[in-house]
């Protein structure tokens, strides 16, 4: 459907899943910006509450070694970054700056959850649980241009094919398990993140264009002049009365109110009346 929807729509770049116009894709991420905000801040609190749950398992593995205090160390960093990440962010304007603050928390994200995939036993694979829903956020949960959410998503799989291979002991079985499961998260988030970044800007060109041929509406109701209520119209000349009190003829009256211009001519009444000598002359023809 979102290709149908880019096909119809010729400002959409269906490859990088943007405007064409640099001009329309500014106003579209400044309109969407203070949403894509909070559901940034939304999801970066959430993380950071699992980052702090799941520091319990670092002590199941290593007690309080100094292993256990580094892995700490690692998760306070993620958390004070997040918080100094969702204050910037409350406070900017510009879409470029979240660009760039949003792919350097995740940056930062992926290597600290990379280097504690790292540190878990060989023999440990259940964390793979956890990392197929971090890849897949990095596409679909995070709002940022499509080809940054591919380049962090292509990151983290690189490093978790390194972590896998390198330092696990892996089945036949599971290592075709994570080889599959990688790759399909991959290539599922990366459709849903460029069909909805595709729908959601076709959305924002229909807004546009619905708000265009709304203005263009209104102004042509405002230039429409009509004739309302009662005319007070005298009875002999019958000129109208406006509501300053001033008489005028009819088609004075109607020309400024209306969007009407008048024809002069006779019917045939007054002809007779006004001239019976013609009346006269055309029945003896």
């Not at 023999?123 to 956890?130: E, K, M, Q, S, W």
């Not at 595709?198 to 042509?220: C, H, I, P, V």
Request: charged residues 20%; hydrophobic residues 45%.
């Amino acid at each position: 459907m979102s290709e149908a929807k880019s096909t119809l729509n010729p400002n959409l770049n269906p490859i990088n899943a943007s405007f064409n116009s640099t001009e329309l894709e500014h106003s579209y991420r400044q309109y969407y910006l203070d949403q894509d905000k909070l559901q940034v801040i939304i999801a970066i609190v959430l993380i950071s509450v699992t980052v702090i749950i799941f520091s319990y398992s670092d002590y199941q593995f290593f007690g309080y070694t100094s292993q256990f205090y580094r892995l700490i160390a690692v998760r306070a960093v993620i958390l004070l970054f997040s918080a100094i990440i969702i204050f910037a962010l409350w406070k900017l304007k510009s879409e470029t700056i979240y660009d760039t603050l949003m792919f350097a928390w995740a940056v930062a994200f992926c290597i600290g959850t990379l280097y504690i995939s790292s540190t878990r036993p060989p023999t440990y694979n259940f964390h793979l649980l956890v990392d197929v829903p971090i890849l897949f956020s990095l596409y679909a949960i995070f709002p940022n241009r499509l080809k940054l959410q591919a380049i962090l998503a292509v990151y983290e799989t690189l490093g978790l094919f390194w972590i896998y291979f390198h330092y696990k002991n892996l089945s036949p079985v599971a290592t075709r398990a994570i080889w599959v499961s990688l790759v399909i998260v991959n290539i599922f988030g990366f459709l849903v993140s460029r069909r909805l970044h595709l729908d959601r800007r076709t959305q924002y060109n229909l807004l546009l264009n619905e708000k265009r041929l709304t203005g263009e509406l209104k102004d042509a109701l405002e230039n429409i002049k009509t004739l309302k209520g009662l005319l007070p119209i005298c009875a002999s000349c019958k000129k109208i009365r406006d509501d300053s009190g001033y008489w005028h003829q009819v088609e004075v009256y109607i020309h400024e109110h209306t969007d009407v211009n008048f024809s002069h001519g006779i019917c045939p009444d007054c002809v007779e009346k006004l001239y019976p000598n013609l009346g006269k002359n055309k029945q003896k023809n």
